[in-house]
T-cell receptor, first 113, second 111 residues
Framework: DQQVKQNSPSLSVQEGRISILNCDYT??????FLWYKKYPAEGPTFLIS?????DKNEDGRFTVFLNKSAKHLSLHIVPSQPGDSAVYFC????????????FGTGTRLQVTL | DVKVTQSSRYLVKRTGEKVFLECVQD?????MFWYRQDPGLGLRLIYF???????EKGDIPEGYSVSREKKERFSLILESASTNQTSMYLC??????????FGPGTRLTVL
């Protein structure tokens, strides 16, 4: 039972353009969502998060949008840079679970020159 | 900066061997986690611990056990390694907030 889904295994975007990575969830108890970035042979690193009381959070080139009614979140990267090429995981949690996260399957982003 | 270290980056073991993977964090975090990452499956939680000597099963605990004798250290044990346990193993730690900090991972190959 995949509670957090990333339906696009890969995405290719030109440098300078916008990258949009999508994530859907099924558990309505989730109230906190995070995006992680992972390079090969390294552990994931935290990128940006959003609480369910918000619908948007921005940090530099990265913006996360949350649509609770659709149980959908997206990560926008503008402008995309070659160093953004990595696997991106979305994750979700809910209060009272000792910060236990449920991860999606990941989307591999390739930013081309 | 939070630092999470894992005892080995690469490990090769034989079927049936007992395998220990160790994780240490230096930020006094209460919670620690073990995941495995496989292509197309994302990160799947094996076990987690929210306090010393406390442990809870994650989504795929079969074939694994854990030990947390000290707050900073969380060990993953494969009692009898099998080829289907070949994977990337990732340790993470966190406070009561949601964000987790990950170690660099251990690539385990079971022959």
């Amino acid at each position: 039972d995949q509670q957090v889904k990333q339906n696009s295994p890969s995405l290719s975007v030109q440098e300078g353009r916008i990258s949009i990575l999508n994530c859907d969830y099924t558990n309505s108890m989730f109230d906190y969502f995070l995006w992680y970035k992972k390079y090969p042979a390294e552990g994931p690193t935290f990128l940006i998060s959003i609480s369910s009381i918000k619908d948007k959070n921005e940090d530099g080139r990265f913006t996360v949008f949350l649509n609770k009614s659709a149980k959908h979140l997206s990560l926008h990267i503008v402008p995309s840079q070659p160093g953004d090429s990595a696997v991106y995981f979305c994750a979700a949690s809910y209060t009272g679970t000792a910060s236990k996260l449920t991860f999606g399957t990941g989307t591999r982003l390739q930013v081309t020159l | 900066d939070v630092k999470v270290t894992q005892s080995s980056r690469y490990l090769v073991k034989r079927t049936g061997e007992k395998v220990f993977l160790e994780c240490v964090q230096d930020m006094d975090h209460e919670n620690m986690f073990w995941y495995r990452q496989d292509p197309g499956l994302g990160l799947r939680l094996i076990y987690f611990s929210y306090d010393v000597k406390m442990k809870e099963k994650g989504d795929i605990p079969e074939g694994y056990s854990v030990s947390r004798e000290k707050k900073e250290r969380f060990s993953l044990i494969l009692e009898s390694a099998s080829t289907n346990q070949t994977s990337m193993y990732l340790c993470a730690s966190s406070t009561s907030r949601h964000e987790q900090f990950f170690g660099p991972g251990t690539r385990l190959t079971v022959l």
